[in-house]
């Protein structure tokens, strides 16, 4: 062996061994600083909101719906990372593929091969898509929503793509471009030639269509921002109008896809429709490894990919990885082998079901909507005198700001973690994992009412956390 050789050890040669970085040590030495760390490193205004609403929690552990805190107390997720965590958190089945692939030492990303853990994935999600031919795997939902728009962009040779107001869809650039929320895409202009169109109005869309010049609708079935299905006929009779005009359907079910709605995707709910380009992430990726899919017809992909000079021409450097692939493939066995989605269903409708029957109990709750495990909470204007005044003073400081009332007590009082659906909207989101059981149900159900309760008394901590609320949405205006 020569010298240079001997100063070079392989990785496996004993002095490159685990030892050498020791994560559990690092952070029994370090993980007390994280509120710290966030504030001086990274987005300094996290920390501050947390502190600010009594988020500022120190979750040690967690397992399947729930945290645990140091003193061995469980929070009941009803968030799921929003909607990442669709087998709650480390799965088994999932921990194993990834140990797995791991201890393989497969040869990963070496970009002049054809790896068999993307195939196998692309067939068994495939399997659930029945119109849909082929998958392109990225890293995350906005980059699947990335990849949709320049598909149907170079598929029909046109520039514009039109999507639904207060649409989310992601905030890359592209993405961005097709959000329907002012707040993201104030001050990221100039964004691409889109536009707007209400969710349901099949004569804007069609007026649009007209015009000559559009790829593509781009449409949430179910809009995570204040949980707004689209109308009974919507998705059918748009897909219509698009295919007349030679336009494509791109469903972005990146939220609601993967049995989120009870059904495997949210666009299944209405019979015939078909998109021609399908977008998800967040729960194929078990929690652990970001993970993208856009799937597709056949002549779209091969539009794209028309010759080998276009091999590369849309890709991702860690797209296809191994892990990512092996998270896939287990998230989508465990979802068949424990049918899940129909869990789901069953779940979400009795959820569904004991909050809308508190409509009747409660002047401030003003609906319940949604499907399977993907619901809406919303607050509306009171009829009393005493709480239309409390009601009017929280509107005038700032619209949301009783959701978020809501919200801190649950986490404070029950150890129930929920979030509002959006800015300026007075709607709590529930997606917990697919995986709560009835009696995770009965604990959202019970903690829930007597905050209501607290809430109808028109005093208590709850207003009091309220009045601080305007005090510091008056000072930030």
């Known amino acids: 062996m020569t010298t240079a050789e001997s100063a070079s050890p392989s990785p496996s040669s004993p002095s490159a061994t685990p030892g050498d970085f020791d994560l559990g040590a690092l952070l029994a030495d370090r993980g007390a600083e994280r ?17 600010t609403i009594g988020f500022d929690k120190v979750y040690e552990r967690a397992e399947g719906a729930h945290f645990f805190d140091a003193e061995g107390h469980d929070y009941l997720d009803m968030l799921a990372g929003f909607g990442v965590m669709g087998l709650g958190r480390h799965h088994p089945v999932v921990r194993k593929a990834l140990h797995d692939v791991l201890d393989l030492g497969l040869a990963d990303l070496t970009r002049f091969d054809c790896q068999p853990l993307p195939g196998l994935l692309a067939e068994k999600l495939l399997a659930h898509s029945p119109h849909l031919d082929r998958v392109f795997f990225g890293n995350s939902g906005t980059e699947a929503v990335e990849t949709a728009l320049k598909f149907a962009r170079y598929a029909t ?4 793509v039109l999507y639904c107001e207060h649409a989310f869809h992601g905030l890359t650039t592209g993405s961005l471009s097709v959000n329907g929320e002012s707040g993201f895409r104030d001050g990221f202009a100039p964004l691409l030639p889109d536009t707007a169109v209400p969710l349901g109005d099949l004569d804007a869309l069609a007026r649009e269509l007209r015009k000559g010049d559009v790829a593509a609708l781009i449409v949430e079935p179910i809009q995570g921002k204040g949980v707004h299905e689209a109308p009974p006929g919507y ?4 897909q219509e109008l698009l295919h007349r005009h030679k336009a494509l359907l791109i469903a972005d079910e990146v939220q609601t896809g993967l049995g989120r709605t009870g059904d495997f995707y949210a666009y299944q709910h209405e019979e015939g429709v078909e998109p021609d380009l399908v977008c998800v992430a967040k729960a194929l990726s078990g929690g652990y490894v970001p993970v993208g899919a856009t799937l597709g017809r056949d002549w779209i992909f091969k539009k794209v990919y028309s010759s080998m000079d ?6 991702a450097s860690f797209g296809s990885n191994a892990q990512a692939m092996a998270a896939g493939l287990a998230v989508l066995t465990v979802m068949e082998n424990e049918q899940v989605v129909a869990h789901a269903r069953a779940v979400g409708e009795r959820l569904k079901g004991r909050l809308a029957a508190l409509t009747e109990r409660y002047e401030l709750l003003a609906d319940v909507r949604g499907r399977g495990l993907m619901i809406g909470i919303e607050f509306g204007r009171p009829t009393s005198l005493k709480l239309r005044s409390r009601w009017a003073m929280l509107q005038a400081a700032r619209k949301g700001l009783f959701a978020q009332m809501v919200v801190v007590p649950l986490l404070q009082r029950h150890r129930i973690l929920t979030q509002v659906s959006g800015d300026h909207l007075e709607v709590i989101k529930l997606i917990p994992p697919l995986v709560v059981t009835d009696q995770d149900v009965d604990r959202f159900v019970e903690a829930f009412t007597d905050v209501m309760d607290d809430a109808h008394t028109g005093g208590g901590l709850m ?10 949405a008056v000072a930030h205006r």
């Open 35 to 51: 509120y710290e760390l966030h504030s001086k490193y990274l987005n300094p205004q996290l920390p501050r909101m947390l502190r």
């Open 157 to 160: 040779g046109r520039p514009r």
């Open 235 to 238: 998705l059918r009779a748009a």
């Open 310 to 315: 276009r091999v590369l021409v849309h890709s």
């Open 463 to 472: 207003w009091d956390f309220g009045r601080t609320l305007i005090k510091q």
